[in-house]
């Protein structure tokens, strides 16, 4: 038999409270070491470069956007991105990542530091001409 089926509604309040009491350290300490765990595995990622197919969804031009990641946190990467569109538009942008999932680049291309270097330098270069030439 079920102990708090015997218990009236003050007694099973107290009771809560003290599981509660019991419970939310354990709670704290258990998120502490996930966090750290979680941290360990963004960590292997950091300075790792990918790129990734990218499309604008009204044709069938597609390019690459290059990703450098540069600093991790328990809940973010934050990642340095370098991105020419078929179009001409240049994007270099700094950008969060908000994911719980240490897996998240692992679904691009993993790529060579100088594979990303070269298309940053010709990103800057690309710009600076043009900023000089308009």
């Known amino acids: 038999m079920d102990i708090c089926r015997k218990m009236n509604k003050k007694e099973l309040t107290k009771k809560i409270n003290e599981l509660q009491k019991k419970i939310d350290p354990l ?26 197919k990218n499309n604008s969804g009204r044709d069938n031009e597609t390019w690459f956007i290059y990703v450098k990641v540069i600093a991790v946190t328990k809940d973010n990467y934050t990642h340095l991105e370098v991105e020419r569109r078929p179009n001409g538009n240049l994007f270099i942008k700094l950008g969060d990542t ?37």
């Open 98 to 134: 908000f994911t719980y999932n240490a897996n998240y680049f692992l679904h691009e291309v993993e790529i060579q530091e100088w594979e990303f270097q070269e298309q940053l330098k010709t990103a800057i270069r690309d710009f600076s001409f043009h900023q000089t030439n308009d």
């Open 27 to 52: 709670r704290k300490e258990l998120r502490k070491i996930e966090d750290k765990k979680s941290l360990k595995e963004k960590e292997k990622l950091l300075g790792k470069c990918f790129k990734y």
